[in-house]
């Protein structure tokens, strides 16, 4: 049966994401990335695999792949490819095009596709809050509490419907993807067996939250600059301390909604509060260290960095800040005309990072685990005969 490719895939992928100079044409699939890659022992011909997908113009198969996912940026492969064709660079390309394609709103395409697209998707985005916030907005005294300020009722209400329209957006999103890989699977012949899934999905999680493979992939890199780096600089525990510190805040965040009156005084010590401040403290210790080698440049992943690459941990630097600001501000006797605008700002900010978590590299939070339950799903028959074999 005769297949017509996508010849202009990989040109649309360099412009979601991707360095300008990506090269990954001069790729000729000499599996170098996959001899050194510690992820490929899971996956025969990973990362090679994908960049031939591209080159090819296999867009479907390319969508459908979990493997874009699993991917954990060590860098390896750029270091050791000897035609330069940066397959770790295109392997955050080809996510971020994922992502817009995945989003049937439209505006993850926008904001993956250049600089100016993604600053009016969050430029249109702050509008809305703002104006939302304006709209209850008791301009009064500077002493004004700061849920009187703003009615936290309002914020709570703007919260919800919030949430409620992310996780639409996001369902559909994981639903398009898992629909193209359930698809591929089975017209390639692989058993999904129901009594396997529960076992991936906790799999996948455990890996995600634990941070299980990223720790191996440290483990098992052979690049001198990350094998020198202490234990606590490594990347798998700064990528942890962000995406820890982020689960702990919202989480905290979640708790306080849910079980006390809005806008209530708490003592310092008050458990949400305390679960938001620390975590808070973590995730901007491991932002300080991402940010700090982007500036740099001088590791990998951090050697060539977009404006994608700065936007989300600029972003959300900036919510933690005026967060635990607000922590401070809540207890002084009077708030002042500057506790006000940074208690506006943080709220804007906060629902910013909300609304574009299906749209932006944020995304990868919500893909990644799915993939990696996917991956386990797909493997869980072929391990269940390996290990029946060796019993018998």
């Not at 994922?98 to 600089?115: H, K, P, Q, W």
């Not at 529960?198 to 094998?227: G, K, M, N, T």
């Amino acid at each position: 049966m005769a297949r017509v490719v996508n010849t202009s895939l990989l040109n649309t992928i360099k412009k979601h994401g991707a360095k300008r100079n990506l090269d990954v044409s001069a790729c000729f699939n000499c599996g170098n990335c996959t001899a050194v890659c510690p992820l490929a022992k899971d996956s025969g011909g990973f990362p090679r695999r994908v960049l031939r997908m591209a080159q090819v113009g296999m867009e479907q198969e390319l969508l459908a792949s979990e493997e874009i996912w699993r991917c954990y940026a060590c860098g390896e492969c750029t270091q050791t490819c000897p035609r330069q064709a940066d397959p770790a660079a295109f392997m955050a390309a080809a996510r971020s095009y994922a992502i817009s394609r995945y989003d049937f709103t439209g505006l993850a395409a926008l904001a993956n596709r250049s600089v100016l697209g993604n600053l009016f998707v969050f430029a249109l985005f702050s509008a809305v809050f703002s104006g939302l916030l304006f709209a209850r907005m008791n301009p009064g005294q500077p002493d004004l509490p700061l849920f009187h300020f703003i009615p936290g009722e309002w914020i709570h209400a703007i919260g919800v419907a919030l949430f409620a329209v992310v996780g639409i957006s996001a369902f559909f999103g994981i639903a398009s993807m898992v629909w193209r890989n359930w698809r591929q699977q089975t017209q390639q012949g692989h058993t999904l067996p129901l009594s396997t899934l529960p076992r991936a999905v906790y799999s996948a999680i455990s890996d995600a939250l634990l941070h299980q493979r990223f720790q191996q992939c440290d483990a098992e890199s052979a690049a001198s600059d990350r094998a020198e780096l202490p234990w606590y600089q490594r990347p798998w525990l700064v990528h942890a301390s962000v995406m820890g510190g982020f689960l702990a805040m919202l989480l905290a965040t979640t708790l306080d909604f849910l079980f006390k009156p809005i806008g209530s005084p708490v003592p310092p010590w008050y458990p949400m509060r305390l679960l938001g401040a620390i975590g808070g403290l973590v995730c901007l210790y491991g932002l300080s260290i991402v940010l700090l080698r982007r500036a740099q440049g001088k590791d990998h992943p951090y050697t060539k960095s977009s404006f994608s690459d700065w936007f989300f941990p600029v972003l959300l630097t900036v919510t933690v800040l005026t967060g635990l600001a607000c922590e401070v501000i809540v207890y002084l006797p009077s708030p002042a005309t500057t506790g006000h605008v940074l208690f506006f700002a943080h709220v804007v900010f906060a629902m910013d990072l909300v609304a574009m978590l299906p749209l932006t590299k944020f995304a990868h939070v919500l893909y990644r685990t799915v993939a990696l339950a996917l991956f386990a799903w797909r493997h869980a028959p072929e391990k269940a005969e390996v290990s029946v074999g060796v019993e018998a």
